[in-house]
């Protein structure tokens, strides 16, 4: 079924990217903070926040004057890292996720004159 959702995406990405007239390209680069928690009985179980890099590449589709569709695949790198001590032994544990995102945002652009301001949300 994901897949079929990523294909369809991509799909009306390129056919979107076609026919629009100021159909841009980019890429994004930057970092991510994570950490995940168990859901044990001992809150000292959770880990501590772990930073990873992200980085992918966009497309935005303007759909009219004022919005734009913005389909993106970003490589992201998540984790907990945790340190504990039980008996004088001092054990280090790392979590490292590697995933890739698909994200698909509708954005709003509004074009001022002092300047230019958006806003998107999606899945």
Same mark, same amino acid.
């Given at each position: 079924?994901?897949?079929?959702?990523?294909? /369809?995406?991509?799909?009306? @990405?390129?056919?979107?990217?076609?026919?629009?007239?100021? /159909?841009?390209? !980019?890429? $994004? @680069?930057? =970092?991510? %903070? @994570?950490?995940?928690?168990?859901? !044990? =009985?001992?809150?000292?179980? &959770?880990? &501590?926040?772990?930073?990873? +890099? $992200?980085?992918?590449?966009?497309?935005? %589709?303007? %759909?009219?004057? /004022?919005?734009?569709?913005?389909?993106?695949?970003?490589?992201?790198?998540?984790? /907990?890292?945790?340190?504990? =001590?039980?008996?004088?032994? =001092?054990?280090?544990?790392? +979590?490292?996720?590697?995933?890739?995102?698909?994200?698909?945002? +509708? +954005?709003?652009?509004?074009?001022?004159?002092?300047?230019?301001?958006? %806003?998107?949300? !999606?899945?």
């Amino acid at each position: 079924m994901k897949k079929l959702f990523i294909l /369809t995406a991509i799909f009306f @990405a390129v056919h979107f990217a076609g026919r629009a007239q100021n /159909t841009r390209f !980019g890429f $994004t @680069a930057g =970092t991510a %903070i @994570a950490n995940y928690h168990s859901n !044990g =009985t001992d809150p000292g179980d &959770n880990g &501590n926040s772990k930073i990873g +890099l $992200t980085g992918g590449l966009l497309i935005d %589709i303007p %759909i009219g004057k /004022t919005f734009s569709f913005q389909p993106a695949v970003n490589f992201v790198q998540k984790g /907990t890292k945790d340190e504990q =001590t039980m008996g004088g032994v =001092t054990e280090k544990v790392s +979590l490292n996720v590697n995933s890739i995102e698909v994200p698909m945002n +509708l +954005l709003f652009n509004s074009h001022g004159n002092s300047g230019n301001f958006f %806003i998107g949300a !999606g899945p």
